[in-house]
């Protein structure tokens, strides 16, 4: 299952939501301001990050800018009730599926989300002769429509 970490008039977050509507790809969807992550979620998402705190946290946030906070002065559980204080840090959006993990809508790199399986099908059975081609671009590696 795919997690979507999103907060309101967040643009990068609305493409992504379209992709994966588009694509028939379920998700769940947690804004980070209505929904309060709890301490497990974020040690979940700074495993799965490749560079820890700064893949997911925007150094330039108003908070970290004012206050003069230095997250990698802090130890994980600071960090951790850090973010659960000010959710507004987290980049966004940020999204997570059993095997993938992206920050940030990257039009190259989201592919990855669409399950192999189908991206396999997509490469193999979908000619331009096929009434989903356009469709099936989507998935295809090549991507031309």
Known sequence: MIVLYTSPGCASCRKVKQWLKDRGLPFIEKN???????????KHLLMRSENGSDDIISKRSKIIQENRVNIDDMTTDELISFIKQNPSVLKRPIIISENNFQVGYD????????????RNVAAS????????Y???????????K
């Open 32 to 42: 980070i301001f209505k929904t309060l992550l709890n301490d497990n979620e974020i």
């Open 134 to 144: 356009v469709t099936c671009a989507n998935v295809r590696e090549d991507g031309v």
């Open 107 to 118: 039009e190259e790199e989201i592919g990855v989300f669409v399950p192999q399986e189908l």
């Open 125 to 132: 059975q979908c000619t331009i002769e096929c009434p989903s």
